[in-house]
């Protein structure tokens, strides 16, 4: 790897995280790329949030709207697919959204550090949630809420074998939850990352390349908002489950 | 491991798990901190205005509402003064037609009156007049008696 070839590629670079204060090696505390593009997405949801909605306007300006268009797309969503018991985890739901969403859309700026591409973020996050949900589940419905997987609506003699889908199901959510948005926000970046190598070592023929990360960065842009939403619409999804077991 | 020194990742960078506890430990202050955020400033303030919203809507209906009945008010109003309005003009239109006939009649009445007062006038002019002729004839032949009884007896004399 440390060899120079003839195409000086390194598209995973970009997730290397570094300590940027405190030194060189990385300890559990050291303030890392990572904690400063968590730092500068917290700063830019506070401007469009707070500083967006300063004026509480009535007819909204353009940064409210946004603000606006988020807050109810993820409220709408809520009630829609759990319901107005959801409601209760709005703030929670709205917090992963935001999260996920503004690191997403940063990590498409050059030279920026994607934090939504580490499958410990995202796994943290799947994990709280998968968590936070079984227990809403059981505290809500006892050992009812078992009966997510005895689906009494097939025949009795399937019952068992989808128990044990269910419950395997079950359990691979977070994996899937997790892995879904890393591995999406890896592989947009790597691509770019590695067309943009092409562009530096074919000279004149760069155009095409460049023409690729165009349209890939173009494709990202989209992906970023939708898997942003997909975690979010799961989370629901998998919050709906613990409300209702019954199907 | 990910070599932070020659600044080349080995293999990927996401499954070097000493990294791990540094990602979770700031992911877990930034979702605290992002929550804390979400919670006391982008909850209450998004609701605040989404209240207000709500209750100008609610009221600009309700107005909306007042002023639609006022106009349904109006209108049945507007109805009922043309209603009232026709049938005044109905009755105008009959009382004024049986008015025309009777001063029609008297008109007539009068007029009678006033040419047979007429016609009486002009009879006793007539008479006055056809009077006043026989006496004017009398003292013509009288005139004429005389002077032929002149002539004749002035013709012998003379």
Redesign the interface.
């Known amino acids: 790897?440390?060899k120079q070839s003839a195409f000086n590629i390194?598209p995973?670079?970009q997730?290397?995280?570094?300590?940027i204060l405190m030194g060189?090696?990385?300890?559990?505390?050291?303030?890392?790329n990572?904690?400063l593009w968590?730092?500068i997405s917290?700063a830019c949801?506070?401007f469009v949030?707070?500083y967006g909605?300063r004026k509480?306007?009535?007819v909204?300006g353009r940064l409210?709207s946004v603000?606006?268009l988020m807050?109810?797309f993820i409220r709408d969503m809520i009630i829609d697919i759990a319901g107005q018991e959801g409601l209760r985890y709005?703030?929670?739901i709205?917090?992963l959204f935001?999260?996920i969403l503004f690191g997403n859309v940063l990590g498409l700026l050059p030279y920026s550090f994607t934090?939504t591409?580490?499958?410990?973020?995202t796994g943290?996050?799947a994990l709280s949630v998968f968590i936070t949900v079984t227990a809403i589940g059981f505290i809500k419905n006892g050992f009812g809420f078992l009966s997510l997987f005895w689906i009494s609506s097939a025949p009795l003699a399937l019952r068992p074998i989808l128990l044990i889908i269910e419950v395997i199901s079950y359990f691979v959510r977070p994996v899937s939850h997790s892995i879904r948005l890393?591995g999406n926000m890896?592989a947009g970046h790597a691509v770019i990352k590695v067309f943009a190598g092409f562009a530096g070592a074919l000279g004149l023929g760069a155009v095409a390349p460049i023409f690729a990360i165009t349209a890939v960065y173009g494709l990202e842009m989209l992906v970023v908002v939708i898997q942003a939403y997909v975690f979010t619409i799961l989370t629901c999804v998998y919050l709906n489950d613990a409300l209702h077991p019954g199907h | 491991m990910?070599?932070?020194?020659?600044?080349?990742?080995?293999?990927?960078?996401?499954?070097?798990f000493?990294?791990?506890?540094?990602?979770?430990?700031?992911?877990?202050i930034?979702?605290i901190?992002?929550?804390a955020?979400?919670?006391f400033?982008?909850?209450p303030?998004?609701e605040?205005?989404?209240a207000?919203?709500r209750k100008?809507i609610d009221g600009n209906i309700a107005k909306a509402e007042e002023i639609r009945l006022r106009v349904d008010e109006i209108e049945k109003k507007i109805e009922e003064e043309l209603q009232k309005a026709k049938s005044q003009c109905d009755e105008i239109m009959n009382t004024s037609g049986l008015n025309i006939k009777e001063q029609m009649a008297s008109a007539l009445e009068d007029s009678k009156i006033a040419t047979s007062q007429l016609i009486s006038e002009a009879e006793g002019r007539l008479k006055e007049l056809r009077d006043g002729s026989e006496i004017a004839i009398e003292k013509i032949s009288e005139e004429l008696a005389s002077d032929i009884m002149k002539k004749i007896t002035g013709e012998k004399q003379g």
Not at chain 1, 117 to 121: D, R
Request: glycine letters at 0%; charged letters at 10%.
């Open positions: 790897m440390e390194h995973m670079d997730f290397i995280i570094d300590p060189e090696s990385l300890e559990w505390y050291s303030f890392t990572q904690a968590m730092l917290l949801i506070s949030f707070i909605s509480h306007q009535l909204p409210q603000a606006e807050y109810f709005f703030p929670y709205f917090t935001i999260l934090y591409s580490h499958i410990a973020i943290f996050l890393a890896m | 990910a070599s932070t020194s020659d600044n080349s990742a080995v293999g990927m960078p996401q499954l070097d000493s990294t791990f506890p540094n990602q979770i430990f700031w992911l877990a930034f979702c901190v992002l929550f955020i979400v919670k400033f982008i909850i303030r998004m605040d205005i989404f207000n919203r100008i």
